[in-house]
């Protein structure tokens, strides 16, 4: 997969830390594809796919954390999946990505272009997390809350696909996420390579003495997905 340079967020609301405590508490298992299919596409489960977009989309919290699983993980057997969509709002406000002070117009703008964003692509990690902020920088603190309980679970929901290492990879539905999921952890990437089997593993800067070198990723869905929607072309 070809690597995408993603810039660090300019604002970083996503709370790790606790995320971290969270995530300790779910079971980190194998992504079941096959039975998250069977599940998703059966409508009397309760992870039948428009109850889960539903219950996310709804202004509560009610969706469970393998609710989350089922929602990220199942949105590669939608026929509107394309991991390498970009959406054309995405980038309309990208002048502001780092500015340090905001007016509240900048503010509207964000927001707006973030939620067009978003409807075409309910995972842009980023444009979630620039939408959070444009709305507690407008004092709209209940509904950045909501948000961020989304982008939190998401997150988790890969954490908990695996340990990030070559044996147990995180699974990815998207290569920004990978770019994404480092950046909210804490990491800049520093270099990437393709490996056997569809994993990617990114090197990353080295935050202690400790931390590791990179973290590995599963991108196995992503290209079989690719493969079936764009074939390439017969010359």
Known sequence: MKAIKIAIFLITIFNVSVLAQKAAKFEVKKVDFAKIEEEI?????????????KSYLSNDTVLDFEGYRHLYYGYTFQED?????????????EHLYFK??????ECDSIEKYAEKTLND????F????????????????AKASIRQYRLNHLIAAILSSGS????????VISPNHEYDLLNFL???????????????????????????????????RIFEVAEKKFPPKKK
């Not at 999946?81 to 406000?93: G, L, M």
């Not at 990030?164 to 699974?171: A, D, F, I, N, Y």
Request: glycine residues 4%; positive net charge.
């Open 81 to 93: 999946y394309n991991p390498f969509r970009e959406s054309e709002f995405s980038q309309a406000i």
């Open 164 to 171: 990030g290492t070559k044996e147990s990879p995180w699974v």
């Open 126 to 141: 980023r444009q979630m997390n620039f939408c959070i902020f444009a709305l507690r920088e407008k004092k709209k603190l």
């Open 186 to 220: 804490g990491y800049v990437a520093t270099d990437y390579k393709e490996l056997d089997n569809k994993v990617d593993y990114i090197t990353v800067n080295k935050v202690n003495k400790k931390s590791p070198d990179g973290f590995y990723f599963d991108a196995s």
């Open 41 to 53: 596409k059966n409508p009397n489960s309760k992870y039948f796919y428009p109850k889960l977009v």
């Open 121 to 124: 692509n309910i995972f842009d």
């Open 100 to 105: 340090k002070e905001f007016t509240r117009a």
